[in-house]
């Protein structure tokens, strides 16, 4: 521009003053419009569904979902004006809690024109519980829903697993400021290269090398099941979404058990399981560091609560006598052990059986498996692997320095992606996080006994949504309290960000509000 309207700051003000950070509202509005953006793109995979699949009635929902999406992205941003050079911690924080609920609010339009939900909140149940990879369910009559709703429904769990807000953002463009800080906000602090970008990068190809082996593993055996080419391949792809991001939305009511096979249990247990791992663990196995698999604290911490918990609920369950043979309790026991542990939530009995059938012991071993989860930086919840090893490490080096003489010097090691020594710093985070997940499971039971549930099914129910697991003993339905519902939505959200990004944001409000006005 030329004139009396040209900038005449000269060039070097004008580029410290473009790299002068904007304020915290105006970052969050920034990126979660980018967020918004992004939405509108992927729904028009579930479009493409529903077209090929002849549901012509079932477009116009996507489409209509993506137009808001955009629209309201668009404006978002251009309310900001101008992109952040900078992007502080706590700013990354509020930026994917509030890009969480933006996201959840918007995806939940398709799902809501649907009409297989009975209203707009029990629509946005089911997002969050996708987004987090929970898995519980207010839909109804999900055995006759569309290919698109559940393409939906299962992409919707893919993307929450590996991480929506930072692969967003980080697949737009290369160099977006403070990519890390939202990295560490959804959850995960792992770095598998130097690049934020790169590691971006890096997690999806993983996770689209296991969609192309994982979808033909279920293929093969969906088609072995008795469904067709067509349909087998479409419950393979959802399965494998599900199973990857440990999810536990299926395509029928009956989750696993609709399928009534061995080799459809057996392909969600693998990739369930490898889903649950570490993405660092991936990539450094990938790279030929496979000593790690057998070094890394977070595998030992998994294969030991597992083992222990496995052969007690076995043992329990044998006792009681629920099931004689050894394969059936292997496909119901193990398998739901293990689907608790990994938070992944599949099942392969009746919701009912756990409460009228399963002893007392084989429930609160599932409860707890709930509780200590998968691994960090993966697509699982609750406490993590690593800082249940933390735990244990603090524990017995405490008692060392308690055991040996004043002047004795006590160091504990251990090995996560590479070596470390126990501090306090590392014990208090950890402790922290676990202290967090035990009082919310412990609120959610009494709110839900406070709605006139029986205390088994509340406790588990509560362990469940907190570690967004999905297991259910049958509590959770569209007949909940409205109140109860909303709790859950706040529990599933505040789990899968681990607390801090919803903290950051519960004291940025409060701060705004003491604001002078």
């Known amino acids: 521009m030329t004139g009396a309207f040209a900038d005449q700051t000269g060039?070097?003000?004008?580029?410290?003053?473009?790299?002068?950070?904007?304020?915290?509202?105006?970052?969050?509005?920034?990126?979660?419009?980018?967020?918004?953006?992004?939405?509108?793109?992927?729904?028009?995979?579930?479009?493409?569904?529903?077209?090929?699949?002849?549901?012509?009635?079932?477009?116009?929902?996507?489409?209509?979902?993506?137009?808001?999406?955009?629209?309201?992205?668009?404006?978002?941003?251009l309310l900001c004006r101008t992109a952040p050079s900078r992007v502080y911690w706590s700013q990354g924080m509020l930026t994917v809690a509030v890009s969480w609920l933006l996201s959840m609010i918007v995806c939940a339009v398709p799902s809501w024109l649907s009409g297989h939900y009975l209203s707009f909140v029990d629509a946005c149940f089911d997002v969050m519980s996708g987004f987090t990879t929970t898995g519980l369910v207010l839909i109804q009559d999900l055995d006759h829903v569309s290919d698109g709703l559940n393409t939906w429904r299962h992409l919707l769990s893919y993307l929450g697993g590996q991480g929506m807000i930072v692969l967003a953002l980080s697949f737009l463009a290369h160099g977006f400021p403070g990519l890390y800080t939202l990295y560490v906000g959804e959850g995960k602090d792992e770095r598998l290269l130097p690049s934020m970008w790169r590691t971006a990068r890096a997690i999806w190809f993983i996770s689209v090398v296991y969609l192309l082996v994982g979808t033909g593993a279920f293929a093969v055996a969906t088609r072995q099941a008795g469904l067709s080419a067509y349909r087998g391949l479409l419950h393979a792809f959802w399965l494998f979404m599900s199973a990857w991001s440990t999810g536990g939305f299926a395509p029928q009511s009956q989750s696993i058990l609709f399928y009534h096979s061995r080799i459809v249990e057996a392909v969600a247990l693998v990739v369930f399981v490898l889903g649950s791992l570490n993405?660092?663990?991936?990539?450094?196995?990938?790279?030929?560091?496979?000593?790690?698999?057998?070094?890394?604290?977070?595998?030992?911490?998994?294969?030991?609560?597992?083992?222990?918990?496995?052969?007690?609920?076995?043992?329990?369950?044998?006792?009681?006598?629920?099931?004689?043979?050894?394969?059936?309790?292997?496909?119901?026991?193990?398998?739901?052990?293990?689907?608790?542990?990994?938070?992944?939530?599949?099942?392969?009995?009746?919701?009912?059986?756990?409460?009228?059938?399963?002893?007392?012991?084989?429930?609160?071993?599932?409860?707890?498996?709930?509780l200590l989860g998968g691994s960090a930086s993966s697509t699982a919840g609750g406490f993590k692997g690593v800082r249940v090893g933390i735990a244990a490490k603090t524990v017995v080096h405490e008692l060392r320095r308690l055991l040996l003489p004043e002047s004795a010097v006590v160091v504990t090691r251990f090995h996560f992606f590479r070596d470390h020594v126990l501090g306090d710093r590392q014990a208090r985070a950890a402790l922290l996080v676990i202290f967090l997940y035990t009082v919310t499971v412990s609120v959610t039971a009494v709110a839900n006994l406070a709605a006139g549930y029986p205390l088994q099914e509340s406790l588990f129910e509560a362990a469940s949504v907190t570690g967004n697991v999905g297991l259910t003993a049958g509590l959770t339905s569209a007949s909940m309290p409205l109140g109860l519902k909303l709790h859950y939505i706040l529990v599933m959200w505040s789990g899968r960000l681990e607390f801090m990004a919803v903290l950051v944001l519960v004291g940025y409000l409060i701060h705004r509000r003491r604001l002078p006005q």
């Open 279 to 370: 993405f660092g663990l991936h990539y450094a196995v990938w790279s030929g560091n496979r000593r790690e698999v057998t070094r890394n604290l977070e595998i030992r911490s998994f294969l030991v609560t597992s083992a222990i918990l496995t052969l007690i609920s076995l043992a329990a369950l044998k006792v009681s006598g629920v099931y004689s043979t050894g394969e059936v309790l292997f496909r119901k026991g193990v398998f739901h052990l293990l689907s608790a542990h990994t938070t992944t939530g599949f099942m392969t009995i009746y919701p009912s059986m756990l409460v009228v059938s399963w002893p007392a012991l084989a429930m609160f071993c599932v409860v707890l498996a709930q």
């Open 11 to 77: 060039p070097h003000l004008r580029k410290a003053r473009e790299k002068r950070p904007i304020g915290t509202l105006f970052v969050i509005t920034y990126y979660a419009g980018i967020v918004l953006r992004w939405v509108a793109v992927i729904m028009v995979i579930p479009a493409l569904v529903s077209a090929l699949s002849g549901e012509w009635s079932v477009v116009p929902d996507f489409l209509i979902g993506a137009g808001v999406a955009l629209v309201g992205g668009s404006t978002l941003v």
